[in-house]
């Protein structure tokens, strides 16, 4: 039985390149009625959720249309622009409509008062070609695969966290997965597989959050898991359960790591100047953003004695850029020496290489120097080791560029 169609009138707040769209679809009907109204639906796997949620096809666009309280889908689509603003990974939003019913009738100690009855639609854009979840509970699915999902997911709480931003229904449900090619500076593309928050109603953006609401988050999504390994059990689909204790260890250690390098990052790129993240991508452990201001200081400290003034720490970050970091990121391109590492990028494998260095040179106890750290890496972790005619030439070229850190870190004092 449909009920007689409303009256009242519908308000679009949408970009206004998709309001034509959005006004073709029969906002005065519930959106479970659709289907029947012959509006064209997308099949699409969709995670577990509360509200009824809708796919359809408008011209050549998807929108996903989720029904819910009005107060809700202008909270939701606030924080969906505001994720973005802040470069988080999520849904694009289309906007909110809201269809106004009959107002409702409520008793209240003084008699009957009307309240307004707001329908309120959250509309985004599909997220398409995402990893199914259900990839993570297939039986072959091993756990050296599944920390590919944590690391996506892991990047995305780093990332919310460090932008003072508390989800707050943090599930595998509500975290799309996706590879992605993105550009690496001195490179090229690189696919990655990275994390999306889709459900946004309850986000809250602050300045910063304090750790105990990282925690939660963590915390609810780990539990999230027993209750996804509770469902898929009633279902019969469930083989090896979620959120194990290697899952969980590695999740939550994984996640104080890289809060921890963040945080250091944050503080570094402050005080020098330097944008790391575009130049090097996200630094993994804390010990690399420790290694790259030892660098940096190195290089200030060779050109404080070498010139006629005292350089500051943000013009020796730059100098450092120009003079040592690109040029050696350079020489590794012309020399193919990624291609001894297939799906590392230039300035990853110079990050790596001054992390061996610095181990192999605890080791040795001296500076065993940039030339030997390389050759040494490149041994114990290249595909296929090049000729020594190759390390001739190359040592030569490289030599030429370090030779100012070389001889600053060989003589600084501690
Ligand atoms: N724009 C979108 N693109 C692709 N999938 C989506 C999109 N929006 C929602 N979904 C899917 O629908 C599910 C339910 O949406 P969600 O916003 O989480 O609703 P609920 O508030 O009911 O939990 C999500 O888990 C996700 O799988
Ligand atoms: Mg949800």
């Known amino acids: 039985v ?57 011209g050549r666009r998807v929108f996903v249309i989720k029904e819910l309280g ?73 756990f050296e695969n599944r920390k590919r999902i944590w690391d996506a997911i892991i990047d995305l709480f780093v990332e919310l966290h460090s932008h003072g931003i508390y989800w707050g229904d943090a599930s595998l449900a509500n975290a799309l997965v996706k590879f992605l090619r993105v550009d690496v500076p001195y490179i090229g593309k690189k696919v990655e597989l990275k994390a999306f928050l889709v459900d946004a109603e309850t986000v809250e953006i602050h300045d910063s959050i304090s750790d105990a609401l990282r925690a939660t988050d963590v915390e609810f999504f780990l539990e ?25 260890d590695y999740i939550k250690g994984q996640y104080e790591v890289k809060f921890e390098a963040n945080v250091r990052l944050l503080e570094f790129e402050k005080r020098t100047g330097l944008n790391v993240q575009r130049l090097l991508g996200k630094l993994r452990v804390p010990v690399e953003v420790d290694l790259l201001q030892k660098h940096i ?13 005292q350089f500051d720490i943000v013009e020796a970050a730059k100098r450092w850029h120009d003079e040592v970091f690109i040029p050696i990121c350079e020489l590794f391109r012309e020399e193919e020496v990624p291609r001894y590492f297939p799906g590392k990028t230039a300035s990853e494998l110079y990050m790596e ?39 001739i030439a190359f040592s030569r070229k490289m030599l030429t560029i370090v030779r100012t850190a070389e001889t600053g870190s060989a003589v600084m004092p501690k």
């Open 297 to 309: 200081e190195e290089h200030k400290w060779y050109l404080n004695e070498r010139g006629e003034r």
């Open 353 to 391: 290489i001054m992390t061996h260095k610095y181990f192999l040179s605890e080791e040795h106890g001296e500076d065993v120097g940039m030339m030997k750290a390389t050759r040494d890496y490149v041994e114990r972790f290249g595909t296929a080791g090049p000729l020594a005619s190759f390390w």
């Open 224 to 248: 999230s898991m027993e209750w996804l390994n509770a469902d898929l059990m009633a279902e019969g689909i469930l083989r090896d359960p979620l959120g194990t204790k290697e899952d969980v």
């Open 70 to 142: 009005y107060e809700d889908s202008q909270k939701e689509i606030t924080n969906f622009r505001e994720l973005l603003n802040r470069g988080i990974h999520t849904l694009i939003p289309a906007g909110c409509v809201t269809r106004e019913e009959e107002p409702n009738e409520v008793d209240t100690q003084i008699g009957k008062r009307f309240e307004r009855n707001r329908v309120g639609h959250t509309v985004t854009l599909l997220l398409d070609r995402v990893v199914p979840d259900s990839q993570l509970y297939r039986r072959a699915f091993k």
């Open 2 to 58: 449909i009920a007689p169609e409303s009256k009242s009138p519908i308000v679009f707040q949408v970009d206004g390149i998709f309001l034509e769209d959005l006004k073709t679809l029969p906002w005065r009907r519930p959106i479970e009625e659709w289907k029947d109204l012959g509006i064209r639906h997308v099949h699409v796997r969709r995670g577990v959720g509360r509200h009824p949620i809708v796919f359809v096809q408008v």
